[in-house]
């Protein structure tokens, strides 16, 4: 621990990630589409980063361009201190991984549960003989809550909540740090989802793991994480700590999303508004200048269309990308 | 909004826990029986036996196949030879009826009190035996199709998963190439490549190869250059949408070599396509087979093929119709068992179909 703290006080920091997407707009033309245009947030060891933001927005993106499943158009990502790039990305395999937002197409349907959990450990020749594999296996099955008889099943005899929990396993066989968890409970009902949610929880607790935990959903987010951070169009509008940015939201867009959650105290719904948004999401490919989100923001002056505003610090960690709040 | 009562209950707001009850022990059990567990495989295996139509095919076709095997170890004649009574050839011998005895068969079998092996579909027009020449050509029928659509396989498979796997411009550059095969008139270029290869290649001086005969070897090559496209387009469209699988992502995501993704990943997944697509090439190519014997394109003689068959028949047709018929059930017979079992495969292991 001591030697972490030398180091940095963060386990990952990732440092104006750009991915840019060309796409075809002509025979010969590509235009870059800008699904995540500059963002840098920073996780401590052990802490879970929550990040929202709508559909489309680049929340997946984020985290795939972090593992470098897509190759990163720009930034800089140092994970426990060391700039993560080409070489040294598959060794850090070891220590960061990623929970997939779609528990169906996320798992191999050829492979038993075995297999698919296994995978990891054979990449990296993790165990010394067969025997220490299944025993691997097997430990991590109970970890996750899977009925360890059934091993030997098919990804697609399982239902949605426990498929989820094989893919959390196939993360957890390399005995990470960092796991990213892309929408892992969106696709699940939401009995289940309560399920899933507290064994992250539980799984946090005892591993001590890191969460970059994205949804869509600001209830999920803000019951499991200690920090938030809002996304719209590959672009971080505010970021605080999840109950400062529940108490006292600032940046207008997270204004909207906050009074979007439905409220179970019918006398408080009353009183407070719900901020619609107008217009429609901008295309990504044709990104409006300046603040992203000026075309749809009541508080739209002059200068938003002139410059992006940076994300500056309203009080301790709480920072915001807005000129006018 | 309150935030300290959702930390707790952070889904309270869809569902109220004070309805539910906990689960005992018992239930929880219930919950974790399964159904029986079934590998991909013995699913579709399964499925395909409960299919009536293709287990009828499948006896058809096995009983044809005992037939081409046994036939020639039990009948005495040979497709080749005209029938021969006591070392003489029997020049009446021709184009006799199923079961029907020459003169000359009849009086040795009187003179010395035996019998001789009946000529089950009769003779042909140089009085050689037509049951064993419609067995040989079925066997030819057969390994030209077979082999011909391994050649298809092998090809295809080969051309679509580089396609495929690749991508971007050398995907675009091979599909391109696919597509100007693809619309040339095929039958026209099986024709004019089956001529050239016959006039060309010579390939009798080489061992079991030579046996076969120049044309049949030439006729498997036309298959293997022409009909792999199919194949190639179906195998190239398989990677691409399994490419695009999270599971793929995922595989990468935990440090999966390239060899390893396409060896334990994209092939499984691909297999059952590539083997249903196998399946129902092989009618294909025994149809294509004895249409190009039937126009004189196809094996060469004495060596009988179900289409040359066929052809020879047709100027006696109004005489001998048998001749033409029996040749004619064993296409129809092969071609469509191997058809139905090719549908009855796709509906069993495409796993799309399923429910
Ligand atoms: N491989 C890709 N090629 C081109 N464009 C892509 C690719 N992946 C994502 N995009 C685009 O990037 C943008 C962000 O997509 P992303 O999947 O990151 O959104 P998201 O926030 O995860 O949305 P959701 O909540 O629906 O999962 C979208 O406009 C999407 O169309
Ligand atoms: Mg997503």
Redesign the pocket.
């Known amino acids: 621990m001591a030697e972490d703290i030398k180091k940095s006080e963060y386990l990952v920091e990732v440092k104006n990630l750009k991915e840019y ?1 060309p ?1 075809k707009t002509g025979f010969f033309k590509t235009t870059p ?1 800008k ?2 245009d500059g963002v840098s947030f920073n996780i401590k060891p052990g802490e879970t980063l929550g990040l929202v ?10 985290g795939r361009t972090l593992l470098h499943l ?1 190759k990163p158009t720009g930034g800089e990502f140092y994970f426990d201190g060391e700039l993560v790039t080409e070489k040294n990305i598959h060794q850090l395999r070891k220590q960061m991984q990623m929970v997939f ?1 779609d528990p169906y197409s996320s798992l191999d349907p050829r492979m038993t549960v075995e297999d698919i959990i296994g995978e990891p450990l054979d990449v990296f020749k993790l165990y010394d003989s067969k025997g220490d594999r299944h025993d691997k296996i097997m430990d991590l099955m109970q970890l996750v809550g899977l009925n360890a008889e059934h091993a030997t099943r098919y990804a697609h005899e399982f239902s949605g909540g426990q498929r989820q929990r094989i893919g959390i396993a196939r993360a957890l066989a390399v005995n990470p740090r960092f796991i990213i968890c ?2 892992p409970v969106s696709a699940l009902d939401v009995s289940i989802q309560a399920q899933v949610i507290n064994m992250f929880e539980e799984i946090q607790e005892k591993l001590g793991i890191a969460y970059l935990f ?1 949804a ?1 959903d600001l209830l999920v987010v803000h019951h499991i994480s200690n920090r938030i951070a809002v ?1 719209y169009l ?1 672009k971080l509008v505010e970021i605080a700590d999840a109950d400062e940015l529940n108490n006292n939201p600032i940046h207008p867009y997270t204004l909207s999303l906050l009074s979007a959650v439905p409220i179970p105290d019918p006398e408080t719904a009353r009183k407070s508004q719900r901020i619609i948004l107008e217009g429609d999401v901008p295309s ?1 490919m044709h990104m409006p200048s300046g603040c992203p989100f000026r075309t749809r923001c009541r508080y739209a002056t002059e200068q938003c269309a002139q410059a992006m505003p940076e994300l500056t610090s309203r009080g301790g960690d709480h920072m915001v990308a807005c000129f006018n709040r | 909004m309150d935030m300290q009562n959702l930390k707790k209950n952070p889904f309270s707001l869809q569902i109220d826990p004070a309805k539910f009850e906990k689960a005992t022990d018992d239930e929880k059990r219930q919950q974790d029986v399964m159904a029986e567990s079934t590998t991909f495989f013995k699913d579709g295996m399964r499925r395909l036996f409960h299919n009536p139509l293709a287990v009828m095919a499948m006896i058809i076709l096995a009983i044809l196949i005992v037939v081409m095997i046994v036939a020639p170890m039990v009948v005495p004649y040979s497709y080749e030879e005209i029938i021969t009574v006591e070392g003489v050839r029997d020049k009446a011998a021709t184009n006799l009826a199923p079961f029907e005895f020459s003169q000359r068969e009849q009086a040795f079998m009187e003179k010395y009190n035996v019998s001789v092996f009946p000529h089950i579909m009769g003779t042909d027009e140089l009085g050689r035996d037509y049951f064993i020449r419609v067995v040989y050509g079925a066997r030819v029928s057969l390994i030209v199709g077979v082999f011909a659509s391994l050649m298809v396989l092998l090809i295809g498979t080969l051309y679509g998963a580089v396609s495929g796997y690749a991508g971007g411009k050398t995907d675009m550059i091979m599909m391109r190439i696919v597509d100007i095969l693809y619309s040339l008139p095929d039958i026209l270029i099986v024709i004019l490549l089956a001529v050239v290869f016959k006039q060309t290649l010579d390939f009798s001086n080489i061992p079991i190869i030579g046996k076969l005969g120049t044309n049949m070897v030439s006729m498997f090559l036309v298959f293997g250059l022409l009909y792999w496209v199919g194949m190639a387009r179906i195998v190239r469209g398989e990677i691409l949408t399994i490419k695009e699988n999270e599971y793929i992502l995922a595989a990468k995501s935990v440090g999966a070599s390239p060899a390893h993704i396409v060896w334990s990943h994209i092939i499984p997944n691909c297999l059952s396509v590539i083997i249903i697509m196998t399946a129902q090439e092989i009618p294909a190519a025994i149809f294509t087979e004895s249409y190009l014997s039937f126009i004189g394109l196809g094996v060469a003689l004495p060596m009988p093929s179900l289409g040359s068959l066929a052809n020879a028949a047709r100027s006696g047709m109004q005489s001998y119709p048998w001749k033409l018929v029996f040749p004619a059930v064993a296409i129809i017979l092969i071609v469509l068992s191997f058809n139905l079992i090719g549908d009855a495969m796709r509906d069993a292991f495409d796993p799309k179909l399923k429910k």
Request: glycine share 16%.
């Open positions: 997407f796409v589409l699904a995540v933001g709508e559909s489309g927005c680049g929340k997946t993106t984020v897509y937002q892309d929408e994205i869509h996304m590959g990504p």
